[in-house]
């Protein structure tokens, strides 16, 4: 093991964010789905750890075909527009920016 991957830390919500962002894999880019895209590169950008989610990420924006710049745009506009997340802590999923 290197020491960098001996420095790697487990991000306390890797488990619940790998099921997202594996879904994200085989999904289209809906506007849900790129904000789920855009929250979660912000979550993770700088993370010491996570390495196989930060991996992931970058091949879900080469499979969409677009760049981190033009995805952050798109959410912002998205945002501007419509509420995504508004309702879902009622059902169950937490709005978690953390």
């Given at each position: 093991m290197?020491e960098?991957e001996?420095?790697?830390?487990?991000?306390?919500?890797?488990?619940?964010?790998?099921?997202?962002?594996?879904?994200?894999?085989?999904s289209?880019?809906?506007?849900?789905?790129l904000?789920?895209?855009?929250?979660?590169?912000?979550?993770?950008?700088?993370?010491?750890?996570?390495?196989?989610?930060?991996?992931?990420?970058?091949v879900?924006?080469?499979?969409?075909e677009i760049?981190?710049?033009?995805l952050?745009?798109k959410?912002?506009q998205?945002?501007?527009?419509?509420p995504?997340?508004?309702?879902?802590a009622?059902k169950?999923?937490?709005?978690?920016?953390?």
């Amino acid at each position: 093991m290197s020491e960098t991957e001996n420095q790697d830390r487990q991000h306390p919500l890797h488990r619940r964010d790998r099921i997202i962002v594996d879904n994200l894999l085989v999904s289209s880019p809906t506007d849900y789905n790129l904000a789920e895209l855009a929250r979660l590169r912000i979550r993770y950008n700088g993370f010491p750890g996570a390495r196989d989610i930060q991996r992931d990420l970058d091949v879900v924006l080469q499979n969409w075909e677009i760049t981190e710049t033009e995805l952050f745009a798109k959410t912002r506009q998205i945002h501007a527009d419509k509420p995504l997340y508004k309702g879902k802590a009622n059902k169950g999923e937490d709005e978690d920016w953390s």
